[in-house]
């Protein structure tokens, strides 16, 4: 009776290690996927902030063309033309608009990733808790 005793209690301090254990590795593999969150959002904006300045860009040499076009035309006060040079103001000021390099740009703050978020870079883990698993069949 008291091995017995004494194997339930060593059974107990082997549990409590292991689930302890369990929860330092999970918070760890949080830590982890949080930070690779965070660095896919940035990445995110960085693109985005890349794709307005090429838009920008393609846009403004558009402009460019149809000044000169209008400019070919003889600076004519047809009626297309003061069309033409109304459109090109406004687009003009459209391009402006959308131009990310207009100001300073700031370091991006990042949202704090919803536990979805962080399923891909836990590698089957739970976002919820150690004792969880996100299993890819289901029951």
Do not use: F
């Amino acid at each position: 009776m008291e091995v017995r005793s004494r194997e339930d209690a060593q059974r107990r301090i082997d549990e409590e290690r292991a689930e302890a254990d369990r929860k330092v590795r999970w918070q760890a593999a949080m830590d982890s996927a949080r930070e690779q969150a965070l660095q896919a959002q940035l990445a995110t904006v960085l693109r985005e902030q890349a794709d307005d300045w090429h838009q920008a860009r393609s846009l403004s040499q558009y402009c460019d063309a149809m000044e000169r076009r209008l400019a070919a035309s003889d600076g004519s006060a047809a009626p297309e033309a003061v069309s033409t040079r109304q459109w090109l103001d406004w687009a003009r000021a459209y391009v402006r608009s959308l131009y990310p390099l207009r100001e300073l740009l700031g370091m991006p703050v990042p949202r704090h990733p919803e536990p979805e978020e962080l399923k891909p870079y836990l590698k089957g883990s739970s976002p919820r808790g150690p004792e969880g698993h996100e299993r890819s069949w289901s029951r």
